[in-house]
């Protein structure tokens, strides 16, 4: 059986390649997909304490996990407002590349 300790080493793992996805790509899309692990790394944590997390009846406490369902629907329009911003840059500058979108101007 998993423990919580387990399920916090991967959350932590796939933080981590998340956040090298932030720090050390230079593609906006490869740094789009790394916020993304690290979003899912933070659910993945508060639906593994939440599992291990029991309450006075010894039952596990489920209002993380509900909390967890309003973050991936905030996500998913995160996602659609995230992409069509990178289509309108990639469509003005022709590059998708951090360096060559410095102003935020046309």
Known sequence: MATLANYLIVSGLLFSVGLAGVLLRRNILIIFMGLELMLNAANLSLVAFS??????????????????????????????????????????RQTTHVEDLDTLKF
């Open 51 to 92: 599992r291990f997390n029991l309450g006075q009846d010894g039952f596990p406490d489920y209002n993380a996990q509900v909390f967890v369902f309003f973050v991936i629907t905030v996500a998913a329009a995160e996602v659609a407002v995230g992409l069509a911003i990178i289509v309108a840059l990639y469509r003005a």
